[in-house]
């Protein structure tokens, strides 16, 4: 399985919000038991990855060169280098059915150069 081509799949086929639907913890979708099993490196990653997509999900792909957001007193942080090493690390956290089943569903095997792709 290679999380950098499952990555450039949630950007092509715009697929943020249904992963951050499988990445929150109370949703039906969470895989409590591949969450559970993680180490605290994975479990970092994830968090990390989740709240990058969320930054995404909530200000667009534009703001992505941007590390934070300020809106008032809040700060909103981006965080690509996790998000990267989340891929690379193969998606932990993630069921690896919903993975297998992104795979299938739009044919990640063919997705060709994913160099051209911008990053999320």
Avoid: C
């Amino acid at each position: 399985m290679n999380g950098v081509l499952v990555i450039a799949a949630i950007r092509k086929f715009n697929l943020t919000a249904e992963v951050l639907d499988h990445m929150d913890e109370n949703s039906a979708n969470f895989a409590h038991r591949e969450y559970a099993i993680l180490d605290r490196h994975s479990r970092l990653l994830f968090m990390k990855a989740k709240a990058h997509l969320q930054f995404v999900a909530d200000y667009g792909p534009h703001w992505v060169k941007k590390t934070e957001i300020v809106l008032g007193d809040q700060i909103h942080k981006n965080y690509p280098e996790y998000y990267s090493a989340w891929g690379l690390y193969k998606l932990p956290g993630l069921s690896k059915f919903y993975v297998l089943d992104i795979y299938d569903k739009y044919n990640i095997a063919d997705l060709g150069d994913i160099s051209d792709l911008p990053t999320p």
